[in-house]
């Protein structure tokens, strides 16, 4: 079965820095999709970022970036510029290719703190 | 407003009664998942649905769990004989529906289960 793990339960950035979450995932799959979503605590989960793994190009969305080491099972997000409205639960969730089983794997999440 | 909805936002209810959970997806999309957050943890998948069967509902926890979506379109969440370990806040997403997993799932803000 497919895992997700994100070792930082909590990360502290100054605002304008850069940080960097860290998240690992186990599968056998070749192909696979990643996904780095926000969730303040207004509950609602926001997709931030993608990655097809077929892709070796890392994946970027104006400061949010990703580094996706697919022989490590390796998918950390990289925030430049950090923000106030950054502050949030940040989780890393993986979703099988195709087939029947069209859910998200989510981590147990990173807790990230913006100081101003 | 065009994402997805979910009501109510909050529920409390006693040891052992029945509830339900509504899901409004965005429209036009045929997938439909359920997902449940525990506190301090990440989503976990109860159920998955594509038009109007339940296409993997390996996620429910027991058969005191069960969900509809009639129509393909809102979908119900049913709890019976609720017991205090189901508290939990309970996430709907909604996506296009096709395949690949490359799609996008858009979460509605969740309803927060209390169970005394």
């Known amino acids: 079965a497919q895992t997700v793990t994100q070792s930082q339960p909590e990360m502290s950035v100054q605002e304008a820095e850069t940080v960097t979450l860290s998240c690992t995932y186990d599968?056998?799959?070749?192909?696979?999709?990643l996904f780095w979503y926000k969730q303040p605590p207004s509950r609602q989960m926001i997709l931030v970022i993608r990655?097809?793994?077929?892709?070796?190009q890392n994946a970027t969305e104006n400061r949010f970036s990703v580094n996706f080491q697919k022989a490590a099972k390796s998918f950390s997000l990289k925030i430049s510029d950090s923000q106030l409205g950054d502050a949030a639960m940040y989780f890393c969730?993986?979703?099988?290719?195709?087939?029947?089983?069209?859910?998200?794997?989510f981590g147990k999440g990173t807790k990230l703190s913006v100081k101003p | 407003g065009a994402g997805v909805s979910q009501t109510p936002s909050n529920k409390v209810t006693e040891k052992g009664k029945y509830v339900e959970l509504r899901c409004d997806p965005i429209?036009?999309?045929?997938?439909l998942y359920w997902y449940r957050q525990s506190l301090g943890q990440g989503p976990e998948f109860l159920i998955y649905?594509?038009?109007?069967?339940?296409?993997?509902d390996s996620g429910l926890p027991n058969d005191r769990f069960f969900a509809v979506r009639p129509e393909g379109s809102v979908s119900t969440l049913k709890i019976q004989r609720t017991e205090r370990g189901d508290s939990a806040v309970y996430l709907c997403?909604?996506?296009?529906?096709?395949?690949?997993?490359?799609?996008?799932?858009?979460f509605g803000p969740g309803t927060r289960l209390l169970v005394l």
């Open positions: 599968t056998s799959e070749s192909d696979y999709y």
């Open positions: 649905f594509q038009g109007t069967g339940a296409a993997d």
């Open positions: 990655q097809e793994a077929y892709k070796q």
């Open positions: 969730a993986y979703r099988q290719l195709g087939g029947s089983q069209g859910n998200l794997i």
């Open positions: 997403a909604s996506s296009l529906g096709g395949s690949g997993g490359q799609e996008t799932q858009y």
């Open positions: 429209s036009g999309h045929t997938a």
